[in-house]
């Protein structure tokens, strides 16, 4: 019994010696559970406050600046922006760029003080139903409230509800899995790309081939490229066909963010596949930036809710601006001169993202 111990302590310190020199494995294995739960604790908010709220005013006097106190009085809503066209602020909420809009009728502070009850309408982007909801529903119970308690209301209030009427989670959640199946599926092929070349010992002959290393990589991406457009293809029809994704027929500016976001993830796999020595390494990095991606792009959680330096992290991430892009499009009715604007991060991801892969590369395969 005491040999069989003696050979059970002689493997566990090999074994934990190969672990404490395997040092990149090791951040990753402590970090992981680290950042999981400094983002679920921190950062996620399932009754978010302060939501971005345009105000479209035709007047900017005291009836006004009350009716925007009392609203972010609620504690839900916090104004970032004015204007009087209604369709620029209907653009905004298209965009992602506010969550609500509250449309002043013309000649607000006149009606109400006449007693002629306009009415006001507060327009919420119900297609993420767990930011709308809580929201538009405190305004009601509100306002419920006050018309209960005795003197009539001096105005009417109209809640639109223009892209989910039914507040179904499936219209928020389904357009959100197309580009999260892509990332975690991209990311880990281009992630092990490479790191199957070290492995198999192909990895140094790479170098002595006669063609740019950009060209390399470009070659090794390209049958991946291929394969994620096709996947997002299959995947937007099944969603279309038996998941009632709205289909609004071809879209070119749709396709062009597909491949821009392709392009950016399987960027991003080949340079964690260079990082990496071995595939547990690999799918330990593809990991790593899957968790924030799904946690702070706005797939799940409202965007807007989280703290300020969750939004900067989530800003940076190729899957944020894509879920905006394929939610607009699908769901909002945004238009395509409004794409580029949104989908140019990531555009610039995949560049910065190959520009690292291809300097890693040179630098790895040097004669």
């Known amino acids: 019994m005491s040999r069989w111990w003696r050979g059970v302590t002689a493997i566990a310190a090999k074994e934990a010696l190969h672990i404490v020199r395997d040092r990149l494995t090791l951040a990753l294995l402590i970090s992981v559970p680290l950042v999981q739960l400094l983002l679920f604790g921190t950062a996620i908010d399932l009754h978010p406050k302060g939501l971005p709220t345009a105000v479209v005013a035709y007047e900017d006097d005291r009836f006004t600046q009350r009716a925007v106190e009392e609203l972010e009085a609620v504690g839900y809503f916090k104004v970032v922006a004015r204007t009087d066209d209604e369709s620029k602020a209907r653009r905004w909420l298209a965009e992602s760029r506010v969550q ?19 009415r006001v309408s507060l327009i919420a982007d119900d297609s993420d139903p767990v930011a709308a909801l809580v929201a538009t529903q405190t305004v009601e119970s509100r306002y419920a409230a006050a018309t209960q308690a005795g003197a009539p209301p001096k105005i009417g209030l109209d809640i639109e509800r223009p892209y989910n009427p039914g507040g179904e989670s499936r219209r ?27 492995e198999q010992g192909s990895f140094e002959w790479l170098a002595l081939l006669p063609i740019a290393r950009s060209a ?19 995947l937007l029809g099944v969603c279309t066909v ?27 796999g080949l340079t964690l596949s260079l990082l990496a020595r071995n ?3 690999a799918m330990q990095l593809g990991v790593f930036f ?17 703290p300020g330096w969750a939004q900067a ?17 699908l769901l909002k009715n945004l238009t395509t001169a ?4 949104l989908a140019w991060p990531i555009l610039l991801f995949a560049v910065l993202a190959g520009l690292a892969a291809t300097a890693l590369f040179r630098r790895q395969t040097k004669a």
């Open 172 to 198: 928020f959640i389904v357009p959100g899995l197309l580009g999260v199946v892509l990332t975690l599926t991209l990311v880990l092929l281009g992630a092990f790309a490479l790191v199957r070349e070290r």
């Open 279 to 281: 595939s547990m390494q």
């Open 242 to 268: 038996w998941l009632d994704l709205p289909w609004r027929g071809f879209s070119a500016a749709l396709w062009l963010t597909v491949m821009a976001f392709v392009a950016a993830n399987l960027a991003l």
């Open 338 to 341: 409004s794409v580029p604007e």
């Open 100 to 118: 609500f809009v509250l449309v002043l009728p013309p000649q607000f502070g006149f009606s109400a003080f006449s007693g002629q009850r306009p």
């Open 313 to 329: 992290i989530g800003e940076c991430l190729p899957l944020t601006h894509f879920l905006r892009v394929v939610r607009g499009l």
């Open 290 to 306: 899957y968790l924030p991606s799904m946690l702070l792009s706005g797939f799940m959680f409202p965007f807007h809710g989280m």
């Open 216 to 234: 390399l990589l470009v070659g090794k991406a390209l049958p991946y490229f291929v394969l994620g457009c096709l996947l997002f293809g299959l």
